[in-house]
């Protein structure tokens, strides 16, 4: 059986983290780690998808739990959305070494498994956290500055991209056009979701 066939008889979000966890092309080159599938409400109109879990993404199983995911906690207050109002996923589902950033090869074996997450959810907005994230989904090498501001279609949703709460705590001046980039999404997701 194709992957692709394998994903399609996915019926639910259940079935595809089961897939996930058999599937060895997931794994980075760091062994030990667990699967970190997604978290959130499987009915979510707004997903979230970052790079890759962390130490403590890791430990838990769980994306964005660390600092990063503390920060995204508050972000998502400041527009109104608890964590569990959303879901969120990353690029990758096992942690890369060293926290380096996701391989194209990883990218590449990781994105199917993505994609149909995202079908199974099926949200109207999708917002990329970090570069890595957006350039994956949409296929495209560009800078952070210039994806920023747009939405893009993909897959029955709009695709936007702001910074990744971990550049944040490095280099606080870009809270601003964070803050700009979330009240855009929250204002879209009023709009098509009434």
């Given at each position: 059986?194709?992957?692709?066939?394998?994903?399609?008889?996915?019926?639910?979000?259940?079935?595809?983290?089961?897939?996930?966890?058999?599937?060895?092309?997931?794994?980075?080159?760091?062994?030990?780690?667990?699967?970190?599938?997604?978290?959130?409400?499987?009915?979510?109109?707004?997903m979230?998808?970052?790079e890759?879990?962390?130490?403590?993404?890791?430990?838990?199983?769980?994306?964005?739990?660390?600092?990063?995911?503390?920060?995204?906690?508050?972000i998502?207050?400041?527009?109104?959305?608890e964590?569990d109002?959303?879901?969120?996923?990353?690029?990758l589902?096992?942690?890369?070494?060293?926290?380096?950033?996701?391989?194209?090869?990883?990218?590449?074996?990781?994105?199917?498994?993505?994609?149909?997450?995202?079908?199974?959810?099926?949200?109207n907005?999708?917002?990329?956290?970090?570069?890595?994230?957006?350039?994956?989904?949409l296929?495209?090498?560009?800078?952070?500055?210039?994806?920023?501001?747009?939405?893009?279609?993909?897959?029955?949703?709009?695709?936007?991209v702001?910074?990744?709460p971990?550049?944040?705590?490095?280099?606080?001046?870009?809270?601003?056009?964070?803050?700009?980039?979330v009240?855009?999404?929250?204002?879209?997701?009023d709009?098509?979701?009434?």
């Amino acid at each position: 059986e194709s992957l692709e066939q394998q994903l399609h008889s996915c019926s639910s979000l259940d079935e595809l983290e089961l897939l996930c966890k058999e599937a060895e092309e997931l794994r980075t080159d760091l062994s030990g780690t667990n699967l970190v599938f997604g978290v959130g409400n499987p009915k979510a109109n707004l997903m979230l998808v970052g790079e890759a879990p962390g130490a403590e993404e890791d430990r838990q199983g769980e994306p964005f739990v660390g600092p990063a995911g503390q920060l995204l906690n508050k972000i998502l207050k400041a527009i109104h959305f608890e964590r569990d109002d959303v879901y969120i996923a990353n690029i990758l589902k096992h942690r890369p070494p060293g926290n380096r950033n996701p391989n194209a090869d990883e990218r590449l074996r990781s994105l199917p498994y993505l994609i149909r997450q995202i079908e199974l959810i099926s949200p109207n907005i999708i917002l990329c956290l970090g570069r890595v994230s957006a350039t994956t989904l949409l296929k495209k090498e560009d800078s952070l500055r210039n994806l920023r501001g747009s939405f893009y279609p993909f897959h029955g949703a709009e695709l936007t991209v702001t910074y990744h709460p971990a550049a944040l705590l490095r280099n606080p001046k870009w809270k601003r056009p964070t803050w700009e980039d979330v009240q855009m999404v929250r204002n879209r997701y009023d709009e098509l979701n009434g």
